[in-house]
């Protein structure tokens, strides 16, 4: 059974907990529990049920321009679930916020805290209409800025003077910014009594990855580890969330026994690494060529090229004469018993094939076209 490989890459962190922590509390700033009364401020702002960006409910806010007062949402307080506070220390965060635009709407969100002197603003210019659209801003809090009571502040910038526009908000988050401790390998190597065991050729290595929408990793490696060899494949341009087929040709100088076959991808950027998962199966070596080696073997020659039914073959007499398919099979062997003579080739279906000379430990090979 045909196994497929699952690589799911770890990252690392420091920093507040060492982990990613949303400090809003995702049922408040999420609007599920909500009510435009736990709020102290709510100018120009109502709650909406049927356009949403999850759950059941988003904020929205309806714009008609000239406006005497600028929408402004502040200060959640519900005494049953929270008192909507949270705490800002030193570090750097990103605020998201999901955003729903219809008509004319202002240039700027502005999602800020009370306390500390931080106003996190979101561009609306540009910004898709009529559908749900997850913006980030990074921000940072200094040292001495740190506070331990925020409320939340949402308000416009930048009012258009005439029309009118509706904006729904959701789904609003702050986060500390996540840094990564690299590198970290992973690794899948060949199973015991599974090993490459490959004459000296020209190979090519196939198979088939898929790599998740997430994931941020540009590249990974296979090896061979004896003789050493490795092959990098680019996963820069690859699609994701569906199976493609990538190959490579390698050669073997010396033969394979008994080697060991790795996948490794480092987490490091620097190394074509990242995080999140992707999926290696169809695993399959062939021989696509074999080595060409010149020698002085002599004055070997074959005539016509591209042939038909028979070919004209010079070469030195006890010469042993195998001709391969170009994707490594054995389609027919002989042993010359003059130095030339004619080869019926009426067996050979139409395509390109490999003949190998082989005398007196020397070798040489020449490609040949069957039409």
Not at 40 to 54: C, K, L, P, R
Not at 203 to 232: C, G, Q, R
Not at 329 to 349: A, M, R, V, Y
């Amino acid at each position: 059974m045909r196994e497929l490989y699952k690589i799911t890459l770890f990252l690392f962190f420091f920093g507040l907990n060492q982990i990613s922590s949303q400090i809003l509390d995702p049922i408040d700033f999420g609007f599920e529990e909500t009510s435009i009364a736990d709020w102290t401020q709510t100018i120009g702002f109502t709650e909406e049920t049927s356009i949403v960006a999850s759950g059941l409910k988003s904020m929205k806010a309806t714009l008609h321009y000239p406006l005497s007062n600028s929408p402004k949402l502040q200060t959640y307080r519900n005494s049953g679930t929270s008192n909507g506070t949270f705490a800002l220390t030193e570090g750097n965060y990103n605020a998201t916020v999901m955003v729903y635009l219809e008509g004319e709407v202002p240039s700027g969100l502005i999602i800020s805290p009370t306390a500390a002197p931080v106003f996190p603003t979101f561009t609306l210019d540009g910004v898709a209409k009529n559908q749900w659209v997850k913006l980030t801003v990074p921000f940072t809090v200094a040292l001495g800025e740190e506070q331990l009571n925020n409320w939340v502040i949402i308000q416009f910038t930048g009012l258009p003077s005439s029309g009118s526009g509706t904006v729904y908000i959701d789904d609003i988050k702050i986060e500390p910014e996540i840094n990564e401790v690299i590198p970290y390998v992973s690794k899948i190597e060949t199973i015991e009594n599974a090993f490459l065991n490959l004459d000296t050729g020209k190979y090519n290595l196939a198979l088939n990855v898929w790599v998740d929408a997430d994931a941020t990793m540009s590249s990974f490696h296979t090896y061979i580890d004896e003789p050493f060899t490795v092959l990098k494949w680019d996963l820069t341009d690859v699609p994701k969330d569906q199976w493609v087929a990538l190959n490579q040709d390698f050669v073997l100088e010396t033969p394979a026994v008994n080697s060991n076959f790795k996948i490794q991808v480092n987490n490091s950027p620097e190394y074509g690494g990242g995080k999140g998962t992707f999926y290696i199966d169809g695993i399959s070596v062939t021989n696509s060529a074999l080595l060409i080696t010149e020698s002085t073997l002599g004055d070997i020659k074959i005539f016509p090229n591209p042939a038909k039914d028979l070919l004209n073959v010079w070469c030195p007499v006890n010469s042993k004469i195998t001709i391969y398919s170009v994707q490594g099979n054995e389609i027919n062997s002989i042993t010359s018993t003059k130095d030339h003579f004619e080869l019926p080739i009426l067996n050979l279906s139409k395509g390109i094939y490999i003949i190998k000379f082989s005398f007196d430990g020397q070798v040489s090979t020449r490609k040949l076209v069957v039409e």
